[in-house]
Antibody, heavy 115, light 112 residues
């Protein structure tokens, strides 16, 4: 059974940093691109970033480019999202999801950016 | 960026009846490989999204065949036949043609 378990979401002040993790199991992690998708409270889904199987290629939405870094450790089957210079508009539940189809989703972790 | 416009924003359906949700793209979603890069997701209340349909018309694993999807290069329809209680939630269309990947605003399905 595919499992994705996100962690690391907390309340943080604007301008600070945070790192999210997503522990994967039940599939060959290294064979799939991975992505982060977020959902602001009461809002819709928003793609954030994607990373290739090796980690050699990464893609970001414009609003997080230069502030967020997606990475992965295939030996640990874990996906990461380093978030720097956080803004109030980054407040959202962050989901990790698999492949380009977004076939499987974690339960999400809530990031709140507020002073 | 590709804009996906869903309609209606909400729909109320009697259990056992059918429902249709439209998704219109600002750009053709037909890729150079001949694949139409349109996906449908359902987010039940308080839950994570789940994949329903991939590449416009293919049912994801475990999804009942009451769900179907069709369309052209820019206009798509998700149909749910014989709506059940478990179908309540918000339906999103999304594309994977190019970055940035985008989603529609969502259509909320509720029961009468």
């Amino acid at each position: 059974e595919v499992q994705l378990v996100e962690s690391g979401g907390v309340l943080v002040q604007p301008g600070r940093s945070m790192k999210l993790s997503c522990a994967a199991s039940g599939f060959t992690f290294s064979s799939f691109p991975m992505a982060w998708v977020r959902q602001a409270p009461t809002k819709g889904l928003e793609w954030v970033a994607t990373i290739s199987t090796s980690g050699g290629s990464t893609y970001y939405r414009d609003s997080v480019k230069g502030r967020f870094t997606i990475s992965r450790d295939n030996a640990k089957s874990t996906l990461y999202l380093q978030m720097d210079s956080l803004r109030s508009e980054d407040t959202a539940t962050y989901y990790c999801t698999t492949g380009n189809w977004f076939a499987y989703w974690g339960q999400g972790t809530l990031v709140t950016v507020s002073s | 960026d590709i804009v996906l416009t869903q309609a209606p924003l909400s729909v109320s359906v009697t259990p056992g009846e059918s429902a249709s949700i439209s998704c219109r793209s600002s750009k053709s979603l037909l890729s150079s490989k001949g694949i139409t890069s349109l996906y449908w997701y359902l987010q039940r209340p308080g839950k994570s999204p789940q994949l329903l349909i991939y590449q416009m018309s293919n049912l994801a694993s475990g999804v009942p065949d009451r769900f179907s999807s069709s369309g052209s290069e820019t206009d798509f329809t998700l149909k749910i036949s014989k709506v059940e209680t478990e179908d309540v939630g918000v339906y999103y269309c999304g594309h994977r043609l190019e970055y940035p990947y985008t989603f529609g605003a969502g259509t909320k399905l509720e029961l009468k």
